[in-house]
């Protein structure tokens, strides 16, 4: 079977006979691998030219060796045209023929440069404020998709062509997907952390209306992914182990069935991957209707068991397993990582097969790639019927 093949038997009512495997937010381990993964220089990622942009994604490709591959969106056939990449002594520079303007391009940060903290003291105090502080966001997701997504315009801009190449590239293979943030974790982004809890224990109302304006952005974003040719959407939710499960029902919960519900509307499947502990949360995680469920490893001081996952999901929708990218993948022994890869397997057998290995979180920076094709070989090998 091949690895699409497999991950579509993994969201079928019947299982999967032969189990997928992943590693999730493949774009870190980029990130941080790229010296291993492809021969190609590093600012190919910020190529205007396709055929640079296929040529290193086919090099990571075949070095992950993984099911699946993020299906990505390019700029506009006249952006590209107008653009280009030229090394110097004094380095990386992007160059727009038409209005002269040079950009100097510096590598991706391995392990990431980590997000500049956002000031409390700047929260918004009414409904107006919120309003604009969200049109004003400089967040991707709200700078890429205010105003509404038009379909027809995207693909007629060519803003899905380097899609559509890799899908007729890799996609009767591997299973293409994309990610969107939930509204509830945007706020994040608005608010930064300490804002975003202050406002949830002090004006919820305001929260909610933030919601709904994230909802339009992540739907906007959902609407995008199948333009693009997308078969699941990967929806990431953070921080909301540390809210109140009453908060979370009444903030988080009502969007989130929204979003799933339009990802279904457009025939693609939801994932929803739930960072943190979801202690005192599975009632209305498990009311949420997604297609499949992501969690992390056990880590922070708290359990997240594959085995007792399995028993609540109990065959109700697709599990992703959660190994350990640290404990295990990058500091276990090759018969640990077996292990571990065995049982999680196991785990995902009692929820009727409809089960992809996957791990909890990206691999790090210090887990060669070698390893995280052990893992991916192990996967398949134990995965095998």
Same mark, same amino acid.
């Given at each position: 079977?091949?690895?699409?093949?497999?991950?579509?038997?993994?969201?079928?009512?019947?299982?999967?006979?032969?189990?997928?495997?992943?590693?999730?937010?493949?774009?870190?381990?980029?990130?941080?691998?790229?010296?291993?993964?492809?021969?190609?220089?590093?600012?190919?990622?910020?190529?205007?030219?396709?055929?640079?942009?296929?040529?290193?994604?086919?090099?990571?490709?075949?070095?992950?060796?993984?099911?699946?591959?993020?299906?990505?969106?390019?700029?506009?056939?006249?952006?590209?045209?107008?653009?280009?990449?030229?090394?110097?002594?004094?380095?990386?520079?992007?160059?727009?023929?038409?209005?002269?303007?040079?950009?100097? /391009?510096?590598?991706?940060?391995?392990?990431?440069?980590?997000?500049?903290?956002?000031?409390?003291?700047? /929260?918004?105090?009414?409904?107006?404020?919120?309003? !604009?502080?969200?049109?004003?966001?400089?967040?991707?997701?709200?700078?890429?998709?205010?105003?509404?997504?038009?379909?027809?315009?995207?693909?007629?801009?060519?803003?899905?062509?380097?899609?559509?190449?890799?899908?007729?590239?890799?996609?009767?293979?591997?299973?293409?997907?994309?990610?969107?943030?939930?509204?509830?974790?945007?706020?994040?982004?608005?608010? %930064?952390?300490?804002?975003?809890?202050?406002?949830?224990?002090?004006?919820?109302?305001?929260?909610?209306?933030?919601?709904?304006?994230? /909802?339009?952005? !992540?739907?906007?974003?959902?609407?995008?992914?199948?333009?693009?040719?997308?078969?699941?959407?990967?929806?990431?939710?953070?921080?909301?182990?540390?809210?109140?499960?009453?908060?979370?029902?009444?903030?988080?919960?009502?969007?989130?069935?929204?979003?799933?519900?339009?990802?279904?509307?457009?025939?693609?499947?939801?994932?929803?991957?739930?960072? %943190?502990?979801?202690?005192?949360?599975?009632?209305?995680?498990?009311?949420?209707?997604?297609?499949?469920?992501?969690?992390?490893?056990?880590?922070?001081?708290?359990?997240?068991?594959?085995?007792?996952? !399995?028993?609540?999901?109990?065959?109700?929708?697709?599990?992703?397993?959660?190994?350990?990218?640290?404990?295990?993948?990058?500091?276990?022994?090759?018969?640990?990582?077996?292990?571990?890869?065995?049982?999680?397997?196991?785990?995902?057998?009692?929820?009727?097969?409809?089960?992809?290995?996957?791990?909890?979180?990206?691999?790090?920076?210090?887990?060669?790639?070698?390893?995280?094709?052990?893992?991916?070989?192990? !996967?398949?090998?134990?995965?095998?019927?």
């Amino acid at each position: 079977m091949t690895g699409r093949e497999r991950i579509e038997a993994a969201f079928s009512p019947d299982g999967a006979e032969d189990i997928p495997a992943v590693i999730c937010y493949e774009g870190i381990c980029i990130r941080d691998h790229w010296d291993q993964l492809t021969s190609l220089p590093w600012w190919h990622q910020f190529s205007s030219d396709l055929e640079e942009q296929l040529a290193w994604r086919r090099e990571v490709i075949a070095g992950l060796r993984h099911d699946w591959f993020r299906l990505p969106d390019c700029s506009a056939r006249a952006e590209r045209a107008e653009t280009f990449i030229e090394e110097r002594g004094e380095g990386v520079f992007r160059i727009n023929r038409r209005t002269g303007n040079e950009e100097k /391009l510096t590598p991706p940060v391995v392990g990431g440069q980590g997000r500049r903290p956002i000031a409390s003291a700047r /929260l918004p105090e009414t409904v107006e404020q919120v309003d !604009a502080s969200i049109n004003s966001s400089r967040h991707w997701d709200v700078r890429q998709f205010a105003g509404g997504f038009d379909p027809d315009r995207f693909v007629a801009e060519g803003r899905g062509d380097l899609a559509k190449r890799m899908l007729k590239e890799f996609g009767r293979g591997l299973y293409p997907y994309t990610y969107v943030s939930s509204p509830l974790w945007m706020c994040y982004y608005l608010w %930064g952390f300490e804002g975003m809890m202050i406002l949830i224990a002090e004006k919820p109302d305001l929260v909610r209306r933030a919601c709904r304006h994230h /909802l339009a952005i !992540a739907t906007d974003a959902v609407r995008q992914a199948s333009a693009l040719g997308a078969e699941a959407v990967w929806i990431e939710e953070a921080f909301m182990d540390m809210i109140s499960p009453a908060a979370y029902e009444s903030l988080g919960v009502p969007v989130m069935r929204k979003l799933i519900e339009q990802i279904r509307s457009l025939g693609m499947k939801s994932i929803y991957y739930y960072s %943190g502990n979801p202690a005192g949360k599975w009632e209305q995680i498990l009311s949420l209707g997604m297609d499949a469920l992501a969690l992390e490893e056990s880590k922070k001081d708290f359990t997240i068991d594959i085995e007792e996952v !399995a028993e609540r999901v109990s065959g109700r929708y697709t599990l992703l397993g959660n190994l350990d990218a640290i404990g295990v993948l990058q500091d276990g022994s090759d018969e640990q990582l077996r292990a571990e890869v065995a049982r999680q397997i196991a785990a995902g057998r009692k929820n009727g097969s409809r089960f992809i290995m996957s791990l909890g979180s990206p691999p790090t920076p210090a887990t060669p790639v070698e390893r995280v094709r052990l893992y991916l070989e192990l !996967a398949r090998e134990l995965g095998d019927r």
